[in-house]
């Protein structure tokens, strides 16, 4: 992955206008480049795909199309894009299809401005923001999913891909929920050197986003060695 390159660029999608407006507006003033917005999931899915933002702050509520189709349409057609949902909703089911759906982060629409600045940051380096309480329930459904028999796609390979041991154990500190920050913290590291070591992770073991990596940690029991 390149460093980032000038402002970090973000799309709002949310179907009141006085509200789209205003969380674009903030997000400009505060130095981002809000690249584009829109008010329903058709007009999201059109808009993202020809934007290109880094990072798409979505609402769920949306008309036409809902938001977690459209976290699955932006994501499944280019995986680089970060989603970070902007709900009303605190219900744990919403929470739960958000994240399954691709989303990286889950801020309540609640949260102060400068919250929402630090999510959008944190989501387009790749680190996962919840609103606190979520971060836990979020977890816990790893570890549910991690339990459940995993699609067969590695039968008949001659073996587990090898990871060097640094990758090994950043994987391990992903699987317990640490953020990248705390990791490069944990392991005197730079931020960037988590990410690359993530990246070459999700590469040989051919996986797409953090939640799958934590899943595979899980399920080969990493979270708790």
């Known amino acids: 992955m390149s460093e980032q390159q000038g402002p970090i660029r973000v799309m709002v999608v949310d179907d009141h206008p006085m509200w789209r407006d205003a969380v674009a507006r903030d997000l400009a003033e505060s130095g981002f480049e809000v690249v584009a917005t829109a008010g329903d999931g058709d007009q999201a899915v059109r808009r993202a795909r020809a934007a290109a933002p880094d990072v798409l702050v979505l609402d769920l509520n949306l008309p036409g199309k809902p938001g977690v189709q459209v976290c699955k349409e932006v994501v499944g057609a280019d995986p680089t894009v970060r989603v ?35 999510a959008v940051r944190s989501t387009a380096a790749g680190d996962p923001v919840f609103t606190p309480g979520l971060a836990g329930l979020v977890l816990g459904e790893y570890r549910r999913l991690a339990s459940e028999p995993a ?19 950043v994987l391990r500190l992903v699987a317990k929920g640490l953020s990248y920050k705390q990791i490069a913290e944990r392991l005197v590291i730079s931020h960037r050197t988590v990410q690359n070591h993530v990246q070459n992770t999700l590469g040989k073991l051919q996986l797409h986003n953090r939640v799958e990596l934590v899943r595979y940690a899980i399920e080969r029991g990493l979270d708790d060695a």
Do not use: W
Request: net charge negative; glycine share 10%.
């Open 151 to 169: 699609p067969a796609q590695d039968t008949g390979e001659p073996g587990a891909p090898r990871l060097t041991d640094r990758e090994t154990e």
């Open 84 to 118: 970070l949902v902007l709900s009303a909703s605190g219900e744990h089911a919403d929470v739960l299809e958000a994240v399954k759906s691709g989303a990286t982060g889950y801020l309540l629409k609640s949260a102060s401005t400068q919250e929402l600045q630090d």
